[in-house]
């Protein structure tokens, strides 16, 4: 099956160059253009020459790189030089389990090897043969980066043969060394180098020289690979560093006891730091991206704090995360977005650790909270509206939930507090009436909210309506209404509608969060049919009809009711249609369960086709409601493979071919869809995937995966991928070329990585070096057998 693949390869990659020195035969027939000559002009007088100027450097254009020769040229190059890195490990790693040679000379081959790889590069600069193609050399040099990162780390974490100041020291030196060699190659090798370096502690054991000694390790290389990236101004090499320290960030969380988790607070928190001072420096220009490193170490905070019972070191860390995230965004406008992510997590955090109700710090640290946000954000409302709101989010929400998981506890003095600061807020922008300023508008809406919650603690239950109004008063008193009374009056019994379905709305909520959690039994959290038709269903028609009706309807709350109101009655339709298979017991969902999933998502499919042959807006919401319910249902949570559910027993007429055949069947005849090719083309592979899986087990798809079936996956996915990408050439289509290339590469690796597993020892290693060479094979061929003119250009770094 190697070799057939091999040679499928092979041809495809001919007949590709073949093609296209026929396209260009027949270029050069074409007559050339009549050349347009210009009239002569009468010579004017010289002009005077100005003063010299100082000319600035053009800035250099990145090259553009084809899909096609990115994946059937230098694709295979870079994967290729990964291989040979993962077959120097597995090397090492084997002479350690068959106890060949002392730790010494084990470490020692390591070095050579990666002595060798980089010698390799250097030569290959040099040699007539690979001088021209520049990648091999980039692609060595890389890889003997990549090794010499591994060789270090097993050493002074395996065998503490190096002493850590010595280990230390060489850390430096090979750091230096592939800065360099970046600088001298070009990213190809920062690639190599960065994909090495994190992933060396990985083969070689996460706490093979304890958290601590991995954690200086990840942070030394982050902040080289980010110098190297101000440096060259490469963004995607800062953008690359920073997620890949915080993959490893999360899977320390995951791995790691509770009692060493602190090491990892204190990375977090220098790591968003450190990443979002480098983002502008280098390069990075999309404000979100700036201000990711610290939404990414704040949402990595709260994962913490549950770990460490929300003690005061999880608050500490939290609350010194969200000053500098203040800090921060007072110096650079751009991460103003972290710190109002900081004040809207707090609540999240403020609630978790309330839920615990452990006697945790939670209740003692959220007046620091408030403290913090409030301060920060009042100081500097005037500055821009997004201030007010951090001070607005970072003191009503952790107040609110504190107060909600806790309603038997009457805290006025905190709610006196807020009505107090709101006040503060009003009257320092009471200059904004005209204005509508977020702060005046947030402040007088926290007056009116805590003064409802103090008469409500202080009133006794006979009078409690008097709290929104009490509430409504103090709003009406301070805001000015400028929109039609009629449209705004109408969202107040909508508002009504909305209350009087609250209970039924909450349950199909908690219902959806089951669902998308793969329970199995989101039927039995529904609400009763009656309820979800005479509260949701036929109120919301004919809601949605008066809103058809009459345009002037809800008036400027037009866009937000309207969106909402056909969630809520889609949500009725749903319960409607779950009555018919009522899958509360294992035995019917094993029965019925991707039947009847495979109906709604088609039926979703189905009325987004058809709204879109009308031009209608929702059909975009259907299509990709449709879509989603297949990623995320039938393909990962609930799919019929390793969670039991019959499909039919007929081999081309079961419901999971059926199924995936119809969606794409769907998708291919929407002229207009973005990318309906290629989406239509991911459908029928997974309708071919499980064609094969029905074959080989009947009606139920769980079960192992057998030899045949598996050589029965590789082949399948090879005629698929021969199949597209002649159609994709035949009918000029890019979207299915590029599909055809990528499920023939992917084809192609899980060959040699897949089909190969069950080698071991040697023959383990030689398959990666099989791999490798092979891969660095096709693109070399490709290179080859293109013409000059379309070769694809050299990964050369600018000067």
Same mark, same amino acid.
């Given at each position: 099956?190697?070799?057939?693949?091999?040679?499928?390869?092979?041809?495809?990659? &001919?007949?590709?160059?073949?093609?296209?020195?026929?396209? @260009?035969?027949?270029? =050069?027939?074409?007559?050339?253009?009549?050349?347009?000559?210009?009239?002569?002009?009468?010579?004017?007088?010289?002009?005077?020459?100005?003063?010299?100027?100082?000319?600035?450097?053009?800035?250099?254009?990145?090259?553009?790189?084809?899909?096609?020769?990115?994946?059937?040229?230098?694709?295979?190059?870079?994967?290729?030089?990964?291989?040979?890195?993962?077959?120097?490990?597995?090397?090492?790693?084997?002479?350690?389990?068959?106890?060949?040679?002392?730790?010494?000379?084990?470490?020692?081959?390591?070095?050579?090897?990666?002595?060798?790889?980089?010698?390799?590069?250097?030569?290959?600069?040099?040699?007539?043969?690979?001088?021209?193609?520049?990648?091999? $050399?980039?692609?060595?040099?890389?890889?003997?980066?990549?090794?010499?990162?591994?060789?270090?780390?097993?050493?002074?974490?395996?065998?503490?043969?190096?002493?850590?100041?010595?280990?230390?020291?060489?850390?430096?030196?090979?750091?230096?060394?592939?800065?360099?060699?970046?600088?001298?190659?070009?990213?190809?090798?920062?690639?190599?180098?960065?994909?090495?370096?994190?992933?060396?502690?990985?083969?070689?054991?996460?706490?093979?020289?304890?958290?601590?000694?991995?954690?200086?390790?990840?942070?030394?290389?982050?902040?080289?690979?980010?110098?190297?990236?101000?440096?060259?101004?490469? $963004?995607?090499? !800062?953008?690359?560093?920073?997620?890949?320290?915080?993959?490893?960030? $999360?899977?320390?969380?995951?791995?790691?006891?509770?009692?060493?988790?602190?090491?990892?607070?204190?990375?977090?928190?220098?790591?968003?730091?450190?990443?979002?001072?480098?983002?502008?420096?280098?390069?990075?220009?999309?404000?979100?991206?700036?201000?990711?490193?610290?939404?990414?170490?704040?949402? %990595?905070?709260?994962?913490?704090?549950?770990?460490?019972?929300?003690?005061?070191?999880?608050?500490?860390?939290?609350?010194?995360?969200?000053?500098?995230?203040?800090?921060?965004?007072?110096?650079? =406008?751009?991460?103003?977005?972290?710190?109002?992510?900081?004040?809207? *997590?707090?609540?999240?955090?403020?609630?978790?650790?309330?839920?615990?109700?452990?006697?945790?710090?939670?209740?003692?640290?959220?007046?620091?909270? *408030?403290?913090?946000?409030?301060?920060?954000?009042?100081?500097?409302?005037?500055?821009?509206?997004?201030?007010?709101?951090?001070?607005?989010?970072?003191?009503?929400?952790?107040?609110?939930?504190?107060?909600?998981?806790?309603?038997?506890? +009457?805290?006025?003095?905190?709610?006196?507090?807020?009505?107090?600061?709101?006040?503060?807020?009003?009257?320092?922008?009471?200059?904004?009436?005209?204005?509508?300023?977020?702060?005046?508008?947030?402040?007088?809406?926290?007056?009116?909210?805590?003064?409802?919650?103090?008469?409500?603690?202080? *009133?006794?239950?006979?009078?409690?309506?008097?709290?929104?109004?009490? +509430?409504?008063?103090?709003?009406?008193?301070?805001?000015?209404?400028?929109?039609?009374?009629?449209?705004?009056?109408?969202?107040?019994?909508?508002?009504?509608?909305?209350? =009087?379905?609250?209970?039924?709305?909450?349950?199909?909520?908690?219902?959806?969060?089951?669902?998308?959690?793969?329970? &199995?039994?989101?039927?039995?959290?529904?609400?009763?049919?009656?309820?979800?038709?005479?509260?949701?269903?036929?109120?919301?028609?004919?809601?949605?009809? !008066?809103?058809?009706?009459?345009?002037?309807?809800?008036?400027?709350?037009?866009?937000?009711?309207?969106?909402?109101?056909?969630?809520?009655?889609?949500?009725?339709?749903?319960?409607?249609?779950?009555?018919?298979?009522?899958?509360?017991?294992?035995?019917?969902?094993?029965?019925?369960?991707?039947?009847?999933?495979?109906?709604?998502?088609?039926?979703?499919?189905?009325?987004?086709?058809?709204?879109?042959?009308?031009?209608?807006?929702?059909? @975009?919401?259907?299509?990709?409601?449709?879509?989603?319910?297949?990623?995320?249902?039938?393909?990962?949570?609930?799919?019929?493979?390793?969670?039991?559910?019959?499909?039919?027993?007929?081999?081309?007429?079961?419901?999971?071919?059926?199924?995936?055949?119809?969606? =794409?069947?769907?998708?291919?005849?929407?002229?207009?869809?973005?990318?309906?090719?290629?989406?239509?083309?991911?459908?029928?592979?997974? !309708?071919? *995937?499980?064609?094969?899986? %029905?074959?080989?087990?009947?009606?139920?798809?769980?079960?192992?995966?057998?030899?045949?079936?598996?050589?029965?996956?590789?082949?399948?996915?090879?005629?698929? $991928?021969?199949?597209?990408?002649?159609?994709?050439?035949?009918?000029?289509?890019?979207?299915?070329?590029?599909?055809?290339?990528?499920?023939?590469?992917?084809?192609?690796?899980?060959?040699?990585?897949?089909?190969?597993?069950?080698?071991?020892?040697?023959?383990?290693?030689?398959?990666?070096?099989?791999?490798?060479?092979?891969?660095?094979?096709?693109?070399?061929?490709?290179?080859?057998?293109?013409?000059?003119?379309?070769?694809?250009?050299?990964?050369?770094?600018?000067?």
């Amino acid at each position: 099956m190697t070799i057939v693949l091999l040679l499928t390869v092979i041809a495809l990659t &001919v007949a590709l160059a073949r093609m296209h020195r026929r396209v @260009t035969a027949l270029e =050069a027939r074409l007559p050339d253009p009549v050349a347009i000559v210009e009239p002569a002009r009468p010579i004017a007088p010289p002009p005077t020459t100005p003063a010299p100027r100082r000319r600035a450097l053009p800035r250099p254009a990145l090259p553009s790189i084809d899909f096609e020769t990115l994946v059937g040229s230098r694709l295979p190059v870079w994967i290729g030089g990964l291989a040979l890195v993962v077959g120097g490990i597995f090397l090492v790693r084997l002479s350690i389990e068959a106890g060949w040679l002392t730790p010494a000379i084990r470490t020692a081959l390591a070095a050579l090897f990666a002595l060798a790889l980089l010698i390799g590069s250097e030569a290959a600069r040099r040699v007539p043969a690979t001088r021209e193609d520049p990648r091999i $050399a980039q692609v060595l040099a890389g890889a003997g980066i990549a090794s010499a990162y591994a060789t270090l780390y097993l050493a002074a974490a395996l065998y503490h043969l190096i002493a850590p100041l010595g280990g230390f020291a060489i850390m430096l030196a090979i750091t230096a060394l592939g800065l360099f060699l970046a600088l001298r190659h070009g990213p190809p090798t920062a690639i190599m180098a960065l994909i090495g370096g994190f992933a060396a502690p990985l083969v070689a054991g996460y706490d093979a020289a304890g958290i601590g000694a991995l954690l200086a390790y990840l942070g030394l290389f982050v902040a080289a690979l980010l110098a190297l990236a101000i440096v060259r101004g490469w $963004a995607w090499l !800062a953008v690359s560093t920073l997620v890949a320290a915080f993959g490893w960030a $999360a899977l320390l969380i995951a791995l790691v006891p509770p009692d060493r988790l602190a090491g990892i607070g204190a990375f977090l928190v220098a790591l968003a730091i450190a990443g979002s001072l480098a983002a502008p420096r280098a390069a990075i220009e999309r404000r979100w991206l700036r201000a990711a490193p610290l939404l990414a170490a704040l949402v %990595q905070m709260l994962a913490i704090a549950p770990m460490l019972d929300f003690s005061p070191l999880a608050w500490g860390f939290y609350l010194t995360l969200s000053a500098a995230a203040l800090f921060l965004a007072w110096r650079d =406008a751009t991460l103003l977005p972290a710190a109002l992510a900081a004040a809207i *997590l707090v609540t999240l955090l403020t609630a978790a650790g309330m839920v615990q109700d452990d006697g945790n710090a939670t209740e003692a640290m959220v007046p620091l909270a *408030l403290l913090l946000f409030a301060a920060a954000g009042a100081a500097l409302s005037r500055r821009s509206p997004g201030w007010a709101w951090v001070a607005l989010t970072g003191t009503i929400g952790p107040l609110l939930a504190l107060q909600l998981c806790t309603p038997w506890i +009457a805290r006025p003095a905190l709610w006196l507090l807020l009505a107090l600061a709101g006040a503060a807020l009003t009257w320092r922008h009471r200059d904004r009436i005209a204005q509508r300023d977020a702060g005046l508008v947030g402040g007088v809406a926290t007056v009116a909210l805590a003064a409802s919650i103090l008469l409500a603690m202080l *009133l006794p239950a006979p009078w409690l309506a008097l709290a929104p109004l009490a +509430a409504g008063g103090v709003l009406l008193a301070a805001l000015r209404l400028d929109a039609p009374v009629i449209g705004r009056l109408a969202a107040l019994p909508w508002l009504l509608l909305i209350l =009087a379905a609250a209970e039924p709305i909450a349950q199909i909520g908690v219902a959806l969060s089951k669902s998308l959690g793969f329970d &199995v039994f989101p039927y039995a959290y529904l609400p009763p049919a009656s309820d979800a038709a005479t509260l949701l269903l036929l109120p919301g028609i004919a809601v949605l009809v !008066a809103a058809w009706r009459a345009p002037a309807l809800f008036g400027s709350n037009r866009r937000l009711i309207l969106p909402v109101q056909i969630a809520l009655t889609l949500l009725g339709g749903y319960v409607l249609l779950k009555q018919p298979f009522a899958i509360a017991t294992l035995p019917r969902f094993q029965a019925n369960g991707f039947i009847e999933r495979a109906l709604l998502t088609d039926l979703a499919l189905l009325t987004g086709a058809l709204l879109w042959h009308r031009q209608c807006r929702l059909a @975009t919401a259907f299509l990709l409601l449709g879509l989603a319910r297949i990623v995320w249902y039938d393909l990962l949570g609930l799919n019929p493979v390793w969670i039991a559910q019959a499909v039919g027993p007929l081999p081309l007429l079961n419901a999971a071919t059926l199924h995936f055949s119809f969606a =794409a069947a769907l998708v291919w005849r929407l002229r207009d869809v973005p990318r309906r090719s290629l989406i239509a083309a991911l459908l029928t592979l997974a !309708a071919t *995937l499980a064609t094969i899986r %029905q074959l080989a087990h009947g009606t139920f798809l769980t079960g192992p995966v057998s030899t045949p079936e598996n050589w029965g996956y590789s082949a399948a996915m090879l005629g698929l $991928a021969i199949v597209w990408l002649w159609r994709g050439l035949s009918v000029g289509s890019a979207d299915l070329r590029r599909f055809g290339l990528a499920l023939l590469t992917l084809t192609t690796l899980k060959v040699f990585l897949i089909d190969a597993a069950a080698l071991e020892g040697v023959l383990r290693i030689l398959s990666f070096m099989g791999l490798g060479a092979a891969l660095i094979a096709i693109g070399w061929a490709y290179r080859k057998f293109t013409p000059t003119d379309n070769a694809p250009p050299a990964d050369r770094a600018p000067a």
